[in-house]
């Protein structure tokens, strides 16, 4: 095996596997900070929409935010707060 001056592996095959577990380590660190209580409300649903790569939506019935909810073990009171949150900020915005 040859080892870069950098000190990665040239080799493909161990390249491609060294990229693949940072991208597992990316998302397992993600997963982490999506439902952790150190977390704000707010920061958990980012992170939640980045992993998804979706935007909550505005509708305070929408069937998904039972969904961001258990994922980001938050209650869908909570959820339907950030979502007024972002209302108010936007309408001050405009």
Same mark, same amino acid.
């Given at each position: 095996?040859?080892? @870069?001056? &950098?000190?990665? +592996?040239?080799?493909?095959?161990?390249? #491609?596997?060294?990229?693949?577990? %940072?991208? @597992? %380590?990316?998302?397992?660190?993600?997963?982490? %900070?999506?439902? @952790?209580?150190?977390?704000?409300?707010?920061?958990?649903?980012?992170?939640?929409?980045?992993?998804?790569? #979706?935007?909550? +939506?505005?509708?305070?019935?929408?069937? &998904? #935010?039972?969904? &961001?909810?258990? @994922?980001?073990?938050?209650? #869908?009171?909570?959820? $339907?707060?950030?979502?007024?949150?972002?209302?108010?900020?936007?309408? $001050?915005?405009?």
């Amino acid at each position: 095996m040859t080892i @870069s001056r &950098i000190g990665e +592996p040239v080799n493909p095959a161990e390249r #491609l596997a060294r990229e693949e577990y %940072e991208r @597992s %380590e990316k998302r397992r660190q993600e997963l982490v %900070e999506q439902c @952790s209580d150190a977390n704000p409300p707010g920061v958990r649903i980012r992170t939640w929409e980045r992993i998804h790569a #979706l935007r909550m +939506p505005a509708d305070p019935e929408h069937a &998904i #935010l039972d969904v &961001i909810a258990v @994922s980001t073990r938050l209650t #869908l009171e909570e959820v $339907r707060e950030e979502q007024r949150t972002r209302a108010t900020r936007g309408a $001050r915005q405009t």
